[in-house]
């Protein structure tokens, strides 16, 4: 059983800079792909940002690419999301999500379908 706990939202003011963490408990953690999704009051689930199992490859939304950015720590079996230049937009809860993709495929990794493990999100809230 995989399981992944997130940590680091919070309130912070447009502009500001938030560093999300999602740890997970599985040994094997090197071998997921792992991705961050968000999903906004009304809105539907959507991607953030994903990181292949060796972290050489990472995949961004449009809306974050050039202030989000995703790393991973595999002998802390932590991936991170920092999220810097923080507009009103981005306040959503976040979601850690985890799988062993058979393919790193950007729209595989894009589309929640993909992942089987979750996280119970994180509130991020950005005021203007």
């Known amino acids: 059983q995989v399981q992944l706990v997130e940590s680091g939202g919070g309130l912070v003011q447009a502009g500001d800079s938030l560093r999300l963490s999602c740890a997970q408990s599985a040994s094997t953690f090197g071998t997921y792909t792992m991705g961050w999704f968000r999903q906004a009051p009304g809105k539907e689930r959507e991607f953030v940002a994903a990181?292949?199992?060796?972290?050489?490859?990472?995949y961004y939304a449009d809306s974050v690419k050039g202030r989000f950015t995703i790393s991973r720590d595999n002998d802390k079996n932590t991936v991170y999301l920092q999220m810097n230049s923080l507009k009103p937009e981005d306040t959503a809860v976040y979601y850690c999500a985890a799988d062993r993709l058979p393919a790193l495929n950007p729209v595989v990794v894009r589309s929640s379908a993909s992942y089987d493990y979750w996280g119970q999100g994180t509130q991020v809230t950005v005021t203007s």
């Open positions: 990181i292949s199992w060796t972290g050489g490859i990472t």
